[in-house]
Nanobody
Framework: QLQLVESGGGLVEPGGSLRLSCKVS????????LGWFRQAPGKEREGVAC???????DYADSVRGRFRISRDNRKNTVYLQMNSLKPEDTAVYYC???????????????????WGQGTQVTVSA
């Protein structure tokens, strides 16, 4: 059973940047697709970005061009670089993993097996 721990959230002004990290323990990451999701108050959880085992990526339209997902398998960590942040990006951000060793693509649908506890991101002046 993987354990995922997010960090890097906080309060930032509109237009600012944050980098979220998700440290994974319990296994190496080489066979896992990884994703970032978010949930704002009163809204459903939505996919933000994902990265496959071959580093193929996908993004939600709302963050494409502003956010970048990356992975460092040697450090067992996945990152989400968030730039040009907007108030509507305010949410709890979760990372998740799914064992998928053969697929070069990933999905931002929330059908992942293992989840972290989340980190709060607040974008406000």
């Amino acid at each position: 059973q993987l354990q995922l721990v997010e960090s890097g959230g906080g309060l930032v002004e509109p237009g600012g940047s944050l980098r979220l990290s998700c440290k994974v323990s319990g296994s190496t990451l080489y066979s896992y697709a990884l994703g970032w999701f978010r949930q704002a108050p009163g809204k459903e959880r939505e996919g933000v970005a994902c990265i496959s085992v071959t580093s193929g990526t996908d993004y939600a339209d709302s963050v494409r061009g502003r956010f970048r997902i990356s992975r460092d398998n040697r450090k067992n960590t996945v990152y989400l670089q968030m730039n040009s942040l907007k108030p509507e990006d305010t949410a709890v951000y979760y990372c998740a993993s799914n064992w998928n060793p053969r697929s070069p693509i990933c999905t931002i649908q929330p059908n992942y097996s293992n989840w972290g506890q989340g980190t709060q991101v607040t974008v406000s002046a």
